[in-house]
């Protein structure tokens, strides 16, 4: 597996996301990593991320769902481009659906995997299946769909 | 407007969720309030939950639409069977699947503006439509499907 994560490949101005931005000193900092076909997360939720006390909360879930689909889209996005991974003009995505089924109750004591597969990449939209399995069991499955950034996020985040 | 919010009827057993637990020091504790056929929150989400510099994570949208959703859905299934809030078997709804679709990226240095309404009320299903606006726009909508709380939660978190 690829040792350095997708999400360190972002340039800085692109690292301040809470979910997976490696400047965020408060946020979730998920790193994703890239393997031919596949994406793989790893991520051990903090116990006050719970819904229900022994449970992981739902939008903890849709959160890593979210940023291991666009750093799974990002990471696509340059294989099919035939680049390296962080080459310029960035390839940086934002999530314009995301639509996520619980399947079970996730459990909070356990390492949750994400993995994530590319459904449709075409233009400027990928579609990301990622499945999140804990103790080996798939809890819950998310369907993200992203764009390249907007320009207009881009302007403003200078 | 009801001046409690549905989030402060919870049982101290319910009230450990990041979202919206009101015993949750280190969680979000958003609160919904409950009028006639429709839910209202309000929101401000603190710098860190950013997505680019300026603009809301997406994964907290999802959050707090989220957890508007279900409270939405206790607060409705109650009227619904004509039971004051709170009342005894406490009705408590889990997520099923979320869907949020980001139609504008939303500005950070707004409060959120969260409108809940009831599609579909059903047997232990309910299904709750939530937009998001920040300064008067639509930024953000989500179709939250939840259910009564399984009866294996509630033992597990005892």
């Given at each position: 597996m690829e040792k350095k994560a997708i999400q360190d490949y972002y340039s800085d101005q692109m690292s301040h996301c809470y979910g997976c931005g490696r400047l965020n000193d408060?946020?979730?900092k998920i790193k994703s990593y890239w393997k031919e076909n596949e994406s793989i997360a790893i991520f051990k939720?903090?116990?006050?991320?719970?819904?229900?006390?022994?449970?992981?909360?739902?939008?903890?879930?849709?959160s890593i769902i979210d940023?291991?689909?666009?750093?799974?889209?990002?990471a696509a996005a340059y294989e099919f481009?035939?680049?390296?991974?962080?080459?310029e003009p960035e390839l940086r995505y934002v999530?314009?659906?995301i639509h996520v089924k619980y399947i079970k109750?996730?459990?909070?004591?356990?390492?949750?995997?994400l993995k994530g597969k590319v459904k449709e990449i075409k233009g400027r939209k990928v579609i990301v299946e990622v499945k999140l399995f804990a103790?080996?069991?798939?809890?819950?499955q998310g369907e993200v769909v992203v764009v390249k950034i907007p320009e207009n996020m881009i302007l403003k985040s200078n």
């Amino acid at each position: 597996m690829e040792k350095k994560a997708i999400q360190d490949y972002y340039s800085d101005q692109m690292s301040h996301c809470y979910g997976c931005g490696r400047l965020n000193d408060l946020g979730l900092k998920i790193k994703s990593y890239w393997k031919e076909n596949e994406s793989i997360a790893i991520f051990k939720p903090k116990p006050h991320y719970t819904a229900f006390p022994g449970f992981v909360y739902g939008g903890l879930i849709a959160s890593i769902i979210d940023c291991h689909g666009t750093g799974t889209a990002a990471a696509a996005a340059y294989e099919f481009e035939g680049r390296d991974m962080g080459s310029e003009p960035e390839l940086r995505y934002v999530t314009a659906s995301i639509h996520v089924k619980y399947i079970k109750p996730t459990p909070i004591d356990a390492e949750l995997l994400l993995k994530g597969k590319v459904k449709e990449i075409k233009g400027r939209k990928v579609i990301v299946e990622v499945k999140l399995f804990a103790k080996e069991e798939l809890c819950a499955q998310g369907e993200v769909v992203v764009v390249k950034i907007p320009e207009n996020m881009i302007l403003k985040s200078n």
